[in-house]
C-alpha cells in the first residue's frame, strides 16, 4: 500500500485502523487502583487525539499523562514510518522540538545555583561574542541572561528561520555572531520568541560548564532521570524506533530532512521517547508543592518552581474554544505560565520543527500532566492537549492536591478562637488580638455579633482539622450544634503570634 492509498484508511475508517494499531505499553498503576472516574476520564481522551488526527492527516501520535509521579496512561496511534507501516509505540524516537527550551533553560538555572553565573548579569559576560553587538538604541540596556531565557532580548521572532538551523556547527555560529545580529527593538522592551537567544544560550552553557550543552544537560538530567532513548543526535537513535518525520503536500506525504545535532539544538534539538519524557514530566511536577525533605540532588525544588513564575509580559488571549474561558499566558524559563477558569494554573509549551510538532501541559496543583508528540511538520497539538487536560479536570477525578495541615501558629489559634466564642467576648484573648484589630471594628460591634452567632448555632466543639494554603491564614470551621462556625483568621507577621483578622461566619 503506497503512502495514498494509507490516507484513505486513516482519514474515513480512522476510528477502525486506529484501535487496530493502537498500543497501550504502560499503564503504571493497576486497574484496580484506578477509581470509576478516573477510568472514564481517561477512555474520553482518546477521541480527542484520534479527531485531533484525522483533521490534521498526522501518520502517528503518542499522547501520556502523569499523574502523581507515574505514567498512568499512554496511548500510541498510526505509523512511525509510512512506507514499513511500523507502528508508534511508547517506545518511538520524536522530535520534540522547542519543548527542549526547558532543558536548557534547567541547565542555566542549576549552574546559577552552583555560583556560576547570575541571570541578570549581562550575556556578554558568559558569551564574549554578544559584546560586540550593536544596539538599536544608543540607550539600550545591555542584553541579560534573563533577557535570552525570557525572550526579552529585542531579537526578532526567527521560528522559519531558526528551525532550519539546527545542523549549524559551532564554527559557523561563531562567525554567525561575529558578522552581527539584527535587533527588532531594544532589550527589555516585549516579549518576542527567539531561536537563536535560545542558541546563545546554549553557547553560554557550554563555556560556563566547560563542556558542551548537550553533554552537560546529558549528565546533569537525562541520566539522573533514567532518560537512556533521548539525546540531540537523531541520527543515534535505533533505526527501528525512529518516528520519521513528513509533512503533508499534495495529498501525500514527504519526508522531511533529517537536522543536527548542532548548536541551534539549545533551541529545538532534544530527540525523546514517550516514556523517556514521562520521567522528565514526574520530576517537574513532583516539585511541587513545597516541604521539608532531602532534595534529588539533580536541582533544588525551589529553583524548578520558578518555572511557573512569570517573567515577562503578559498576554490576554480571548479565544474562548476549546476551554471555554479567555486565558491568560506569559513566559518564564523555556515554559508558559498559563491561567484560565477551568485549569487554573498550568505550565505549557510547544514544540515545532520540519516533520514534527509535540505539546506539553502540566497541572502542578493536581500532580498531572498531559504530552503528545506527533510526526508532521507543525503539527499544531496545543488545543487538543489542552482539550485533553480541560476533560481530566471537569471529570472531578483529578482534584487539587490537599492542601497541607496548617501550621502550629494557626492550630494553637482555633483553641484561642474557640475560647473567645464559648465566653461570648472578643476581650476573653486580649492578648491574642493585634492592634488593628479593635480599631478596625470595635468590641460592642464584635461581641453583639458573637451573641446573635451563639443564639443560631449554639455551643460549639473543637475545630475540625484545619487545612490551609498559607501558614499564616486560614478558615477554621466548628461543628456545632445548629450548624457550623466559619472563623477567618489571618496572623500579622510578629512574633509572638497575634491575630490581624478575625471574622467570625455562619
Known amino acids: 500500500m503506497d503512502d495514498r492509498g494509507f490516507v484513505e484508511p486513516l482519514t474515513k475508517r480512522s476510528l477502525k485502523l486506529l484501535a487496530v494499531i493502537a498500543v497501550v505499553a504502560c499503564l503504571s498503576i493497576p486497574a484496580a487502583a484506578q477509581t470509576d472516574e478516573q477510568k472514564a476520564a481517561f477512555t474520553a481522551l482518546d477521541p480527542l487525539f484520534v479527531t485531533f488526527m484525522r483533521e490534521n492527516q498526522i501518520p502517528g501520535l503518542v499522547y501520556g499523562v502523569v499523574v502523581d509521579g507515574k505514567l ?215 516539585a511541587w508543592p513545597p516541604r521539608d525533605g532531602p532534595e ?37 524559563m523555556g ?21 514534527y510538532g509535540s505539546n506539553i501541559l502540566l497541572l502542578p496543583e493536581r500532580g498531572v500532566g498531559i504530552f503528545a508528540f506527533a510526526n508532521l511538520t507543525y503539527a499544531p497539538a496545543a488545543a487538543t492537549v489542552r482539550a485533553a487536560a480541560a476533560q481530566l479536570v471537569r471529570s472531578g477525578a483529578f482534584p487539587l492536591r490537599s492542601t497541607p495541615v496548617a501550621s502550629q501558629q494557626l492550630q494553637a489559634m482555633a483553641v484561642v478562637v474557640q475560647r473567645i466564642y464559648a465566653a461570648g467576648d472578643v476581650l476573653a484573648a486580649r492578648e491574642a488580638l493585634a492592634m488593628n484589630v479593635l480599631l478596625d471594628r470595635g468590641v460592642v460591634q464584635r461581641n453583639a455579633q458573637l451573641a446573635n452567632l451563639k443564639q443560631t448555632l449554639g455551643t460549639c466543639s473543637a475545630a475540625t482539622p484545619i487545612r490551609s494554603d498559607s501558614a499564616m491564614s486560614a478558615t477554621i470551621t466548628f461543628p456545632c450544634e445548629r450548624g457550623t462556625l466559619r472563623v477567618k483568621v489571618v496572623l500579622a507577621p510578629t512574633t509572638p503570634p497575634s491575630m490581624q483578622t478575625l471574622e467570625f461566619m455562619q
Open 296 to 332: 534529588d540532588g539533580i536541582l533544588k525544588r525551589a529553583s524548578v518552581r520558578e518555572l511557573s513564575r512569570a517573567q515577562t509580559f503578559a498576554i490576554a488571549i480571548p479565544q474562548p474554544e476549546p476551554i471555554g474561558c479567555p486565558r491568560v499566558v506569559s513566559y518564564s
Open 335 to 355: 515554559i508558559i505560565p498559563s491561567s484560565d477558569c477551568v485549569l487554573g494554573m498550568y505550565l505549557n509549551h510547544s514544540g515545532g520543527l520540519p516533520g
Open 72 to 286: 498512568v496512561l499512554v496511548h500510541a496511534f498510526g505509523v512511525q514510518d509510512t512506507k514499513t507501516k511500523t507502528p508508534v509505540t511508547p517506545d518511538s524516537v520524536f522530535r520534540i522540538a522547542s519543548m527542549s527550551k526547558n532543558f536548557t533553560a534547567l541547565a542555566v538555572l542549576k549552574l546559577r545555583d552552583e555560583g556560576k553565573l547570575s541571570l541578570d548579569a549581562p550575556a556578554e559576560r558568559y558569551i564574549p561574542e554578544v559584546a560586540r553587538f550593536r544596539y538599536p538604541t544608543s540607550d539600550s540596556p545591555k542584553i541579560t541572561v534573563r533577557d535570552l531565557l525570557t525572550h526579552s532580548a529585542g531579537l526578532v521572532n526567527d521560528d522559519p528561520w531558526g528551525d532550519r538551523q539546527l545542523n549549524m556547527s559551532e564554527a559557523e555560529f561563531s562567525t554567525l555572531l561575529a558578522s552581527g545580529v539584527l535587533f527588532s527593538r531594544a532589550p527589555g522592551e516585549a516579549y518576542e520568541y527567539s531561536n537563536l537567544g535560545y542558541a546563545l544560550l546554549g553557547r553560554l552553557v557550554t563555556n560556563v560548564s566547560g563542556r558542551s550543552y548537550a553533554n552537560y544537560i546529558e549528565n546533569s538530567f537525562l541520566k539522573p532521570l533514567r532518560m537512556t532513548s533521548t539525546g540531540y543526535d537523531f541520527g543515534r537513535s535505533p533505526a527501528g524506533r525512529r518516528a520519521t518525520g513528513y509533512r503533508w503536500e499534495g495529498g501525500e506525504w514527504i519526508e522531511e530532512p533529517v537536522l543536527g545535532p548542532g548548536v541551534f539544538g539549545a533551541m529545538g534539538g532534544l530527540v525523546t521517547t514517550a516514556n523517556d519524557y514521562a520521567r522528565y514530566m514526574a520530576w517537574v511536577l513532583a
